[in-house]
């Protein structure tokens, strides 16, 4: 059976915000009452090189990532290079305007009918009183538009990622909204994702939590009563998650030197 979905991946160097902007939106989406899967690439380097996180969106239950996406969300023209050929033919790019498409790309978007949308998300930032590392979240505006979905779920799950930092939120609120009305929107862009899609509501209150967080929950169901570990990457996770319960749990956890 095939499962009616809408794929969408983020990409860009690491340590550019990759991780939060994927992290939002699979939260956003999930509030807006859909089932989700996502997925991240990074490579072994604090910062540099080229990471992703594609969330894939579908009001059925599914089970993997595509192999194609209906949006690409490129921030760098390296990792633009790179996961241009993911891009679905139909498909929507999302860009920064000082990314230039060389003459092969250029073919390429034509032949596979790929819509350039060059959003100025570092113009929008600094319009609005912000500084340029909120530029990667003014794309979540215009995704949501094209989603059909409410701002105001998408505004909440930025507020409750940042919660409890010392960040004024007004400047970033204000971007995402101007990326959200962007004159770069279409409506036959949501028209033409509805030939992919069927995004029904679902009643059903749904659970988020990454795979690494499922697998510590199996392991406190199955009875491990102590848990001796060093924290690297990308098993990190699984350890915070088992410490951070463990007065609940009752397991004894150590950090193994």
Known sequence: MTVERISIKFVGRSGQGIDTVGRILSKAVTESNQ??????EYPSLIKGGISSYQVDISSKEIFSSSRLVNILCAYTKESLDYHLKTCAKGSLLIYSPDIELDEKQVVYTKKNDIV???????TIVKENGGTEIMSNTVPLGLIFRILGFDLKTLLKEVGNNFKGKDINLEPQYKSIEAGFNSALFRPEYTKELEKT?????IKTKKLLMTGNEALALGAITAGVRAYFAYPMTPATSIFKFIGETSDETGIL???AE
């Open 35 to 40: 089932y989700i899967f996502a997925s991240r």
């Open 116 to 122: 350039l949308l060059p959003l100025d998300s570092k």
């Open 197 to 201: 899609k069927s995004l029904k509501l």
């Open 253 to 255: 956890v150590k950090q």
